[in-house]
């Protein structure tokens, strides 16, 4: 149903393989230094029933069982935000059709079950992707995955300062565990190590480029 609307809790919340922190990628979770650990998996969280809080509707004699106000705050499954704009509505054509407040209940409490079902199992096969992602990197790179990872670090640490942001959008978007953007990241960071304007104290400060004196035509 359309009434209500969904508070999607953070796919953050669930650990990816290879990654450096719960919900994130293994390009925004990169550091320079290799990584020779791998984090333990994290349990997935259940969440629990739906809230108890609520007044009691009104009555009314309206002679077609349908109360003065209803009253949907006790049946709001946990995960969900209750929308007052969107329960007015539903609330509306529930009157205009007669409806007891058991019985618009019932149709909103299943819609709401089925909405959050659906919306439980595209973020599981999000995840599941992510994760299957970050397993086919691991396994393509194999003993030059901590290296690579470190290169990467280096990318991120210059990059998240001149695009903030950057290291959160590989971390929700998953884009972090494909290999393409793992190469293409190490790459970039290789090229930043090389960069003889990039050692410390050697930068130029301000706004200058972060590898203002690599020679692109060389690769």
Known sequence: MNEFRLRLQRFAEEGEPGGAAAGGSIVG????TPQTTEPEPQEEGTGSTGGTQGGEPQESGTGNGAPETYDFKPIVPDGM???E?????????????GLTQEQASKIAAYGMNLMKGNADAAMQAMQ?????WAEEAKTELGADFAPTVAKCGVAMEALDRKIPGLRQAFDETGAGNRIEVIRAMAMLGELIGEDRGHSAGGGTGGDAPIYGNTNFNLY
């Open 29 to 32: 979770g990169a550091t320079p």
């Open 81 to 83: 935000e209750y929308d």
């Open 85 to 97: 704009k969107s329960a007015g509505e539903y609330s509306a054509l529930a009157k205009e059709c």
């Open 128 to 132: 599941q992707q992510r994760s299957h």
